[in-house]
Nanobody, 123 residues
Framework: QVQLVESGGGLVQAGDSLRLSCAASGRTFTSGVMGWFRQAPGKEREFAAAVRFNGLGIYSDSVKGRFTISRDNAKNTVYLQMNNLKPEDTAVYYC?????????????????WGQGTQVTVSS
């Protein structure tokens, strides 16, 4: 059974940083894509960032330059370093993964999802 377990969320102030982690078990995604989506209250889930098997990072315009995604294949884990957080970054952040190597921004491109971790940024 594949599980994605997120950690690292919390309540911070605007301008602070947080680092999210997502550990996968039950399947390796070394040759696939791991990413992060987020869903704010009353809004649809949206793409935030993804990292391909070759380490290439893909970012939404809203987080580019502030967030950095990385992966540790030995640990089957993906990280999201979030700097200069803004109140509009407040959302539940979901880890996603797929063995398809060319997934990018579409949520339907990912097969596995975590339960989510709350990030709240106060002004």
């Amino acid at each position: 059974q594949v599980q994605l377990v997120e950690s690292g969320g919390g309540l911070v102030q605007a301008g602070d940083s947080l680092r999210l982690s997502c550990a996968a078990s039950g399947r390796t995604f070394t040759s696939g894509v791991m990413g992060w989506f987020r869903q704010a209250p009353g809004k649809e889930r949206e793409f935030a960032a993804a990292v391909r098997f070759n380490g290439l990072g893909i970012y939404s315009d809203s987080v580019k330059g502030r967030f950095t995604i990385s992966r540790d294949n030995a640990k089957n884990t993906v990280y999201l370093q979030m700097n200069n957080l803004k109140p509009e970054d407040t959302a539940v952040y979901y880890c996603a993964a797929t063995t398809w190597p060319w997934a990018a921004r579409g949520s339907n491109e990912y097969d596995y999802w975590g339960q989510g971790t709350q990030v709240t940024v106060s002004s």
